[in-house]
């Protein structure tokens, strides 16, 4: 079956860094887009950024582009989430997700068929 597992969250102070890695099994890793979802207290589930499976090509939310970067390694089967000058906003549970499809469809929001979520990993970022 489809596993998710993440990694790498942690606390954190403003302007700080953080690397999330998330390790896919039980599918074929490098035919699928892979994404990230955060959800904060009270509020909805949102998505962060997604990397395709065939070009590479990446996409970021507003509030994170220019501070995040996804990336992969196939042959580890693992994104990762690159996060720099965090910001206190930038708190929240960060979620892994399988794409359903080669092409990114994560940006849509959460509702979608993905084929797997990982168990999520907690950022906090504060003084």
């Known amino acids: 079956q489809v596993q998710l597992v993440e990694s790498g969250g942690g606390l954190v102070q403003p302007g700080g860094s953080l690397r999330l890695s998330c390790t896919g099994s039980g599918f074929t890793f490098d035919y699928y887009s892979m994404g990230w979802f955060r959800q904060a207290p009270g509020k909805e589930r949102v998505a962060v950024s997604c990397?395709?499976?065939?070009?590479?090509?990446?996409t970021y939310s507003d509030s994170v582009k220019g501070r995040f970067t996804i990336s992969r390694d196939n042959a580890k089967s693992t994104v990762y989430l690159q996060m720099n000058n965090l910001k206190p906003e930038d708190t929240a549970v960060y979620y892994c997700?399988?794409?359903?499809?080669?092409?990114?469809?994560?940006?849509?929001?959460?509702?979608?068929?993905?084929?797997?979520w990982g168990q999520g990993t907690q950022v906090t970022v504060s003084s």
């Open positions: 990397i395709s499976s065939g070009d590479g090509s990446t």
């Open positions: 997700v399988t794409d359903w499809a080669s092409t990114c469809t994560v940006m849509n929001g959460p509702t979608g068929p993905y084929v797997g």
